[in-house]
């Protein structure tokens, strides 16, 4: 194994969580082969770098948070990642669901007030809006059934 991958890679991994999948991207744009992006992942296991558990619930914990991400988006992007289904339902999970109700709440609040548009188009960009988001279509009629009935 290439010392110098293992150094980059373990830097890499210090600074911020990181997954299999965007560490072995790295790896591959440093020039490393298929055996040494082998080798360096398992080491990087092995002592603790990468836990994509962790790194799933931290970022769907992040993204909820920072971004204000419904789960669908959250789930996608965890997907896109190679993340193991499992993985992402516990990720899922952990996420609070008072808060996750108050922050689509809050956000449909905000995105009303400054909607100029009348009241039909208004309900509309919001469920667009809120599904771009990644929020449920269930939550999101049932938002908009108390915003706009």
């Not at 744009?29 to 962790?54: K, S």
């Not at 808060?99 to 960009?125: D, R, S, V």
């Not at 771009?132 to 059934?145: A, M, S, T, V, Y």
Request: glycine share 4%; hydrophobic share 35%.
């Amino acid at each position: 194994m290439n010392k110098q991958f293992l150094v980059k890679a373990t830097r890499y991994c210090a600074i911020a969580e990181r997954c299999r999948h965007e560490v072995s991207q790295k790896l591959q744009t440093w020039g490393a082969n298929d055996e040494e992006i082998r080798g360096v992942l398992e080491y990087l296991e092995a002592e603790n770098y990468l836990d994509e558990q962790r790194y799933a619930k931290a970022f769907a914990n992040d993204k909820f948070r920072f971004e204000q991400w419904g789960k669908i988006k959250i789930g996608y992007q965890l997907r896109q990642k190679k993340i193991a289904s499992e993985l992402i339902k516990q990720a899922l999970d952990q996420i609070d669901k008072q808060a996750y109700e108050k922050q689509l709440y809050e956000l449909a609040q905000k995105k009303i007030e400054i909607l100029q548009k009348p009241n039909l188009e208004k309900k509309a960009a919001l469920q667009r809006y809120l599904a771009q988001k990644g929020f449920e279509n269930d939550l999101i009629w049932r938002l908009c059934e108390q915003f706009f009935e």
